[in-house]
């Protein structure tokens, strides 16, 4: 079955670099995806990379994937103070034609000026 | 920006109440998703539909929760008796077919 991991916490000094991590367990996963979550709001999509690259940058944000593994992190440039927030990784499968997603319990990103 | 529309955003109820939350997925996504959310904990998959159909509820309580897309638009999820232990978000995400998921701002319940 499928299961995500990550790790719970992360702390860090605005203006460094974050790295959160997260593994997963389904070799078929088509697309995994970053969320971002912020207290008691829903969850936004920061980005997402194929199951067939290694790494993805959009802005300050990068994506490395290790398939062989099952390891993917995101790496958050230059960290701000508005990062700070719970981070979601998730695996997505295609079952009968229909994508289902599952999420890790999330890395909560504390950024301290 | 299109957005996921969700109503109300806090409920507090006593137990054995009903509860009833709203979702308005953004306009032309067929698939409709309802995730609970645990405090300290991942979103888990209540129920999904596409269209107007149900494609996964394994993992909805049946016995007490219910969930509804009558014209494969807006959707409606309820909850009858709640009990404590329903206490959580309730999110509700859309997207177009076998598509990037959007989520909405979420409905905090509490059961007292």
């Known amino acids: 079955g499928e299961d995500v991991e990550q790790s719970l916490f992360l702390s860090v000094r605005e203006g460094d670099s974050s790295v959160i991590n997260c593994t997963y367990t389904?070799?078929?996963?088509?697309?995994l995806y970053w969320y971002k979550q912020e207290p008691g709001a829903g969850l936004q999509l920061l980005t997402y990379i194929f199951s067939n690259m290694d790494m993805k940058q959009d802005q300050r944000l990068t994506v490395l994937l290790n398939k062989k593994d099952k390891h993917l992190s995101l790496r958050i440039a230059d960290t701000q103070t508005g990062d700070s927030a719970i981070y979601f990784c998730?695996?997505?499968?295609?079952?009968?034609?229909?994508?289902?997603?599952?999420f890790g319990t999330g890395t909560r990103l504390l950024v301290s000026p | 920006e299109a957005e996921v529309a969700q109503s109300p955003r806090y409920k507090i109820t006593e137990k054995s109440q009903a509860v009833a939350f709203w979702c308005d997925p953004i306009?032309?996504?067929?698939?409709l998703y309802w995730y609970r959310q645990i405090l300290g904990q991942g979103p888990e998959l209540l129920v999904q539909?596409?269209?107007?159909?149900?494609?996964?509820d394994s993992q909805l309580p049946k016995d007490r929760f219910s969930a509804e897309r009558l014209k494969g638009v807006d959707s409606t999820l309820k909850i009858q008796p709640a009990e404590l232990g329903d206490s959580a978000m309730y999110l509700c995400a859309s997207s177009p077919y076998t598509d990037t998921q959007y989520f909405g701002p979420g409905t905090r319940l509490t059961v007292l």
């Open positions: 998730a695996e997505s499968t295609v079952n009968t034609g229909f994508q289902k997603l599952v």
């Open positions: 306009s032309g996504h067929a698939t």
């Open positions: 389904d070799s078929s996963s088509t697309y």
């Open positions: 539909f596409q269209d107007e159909s149900v494609v996964d």
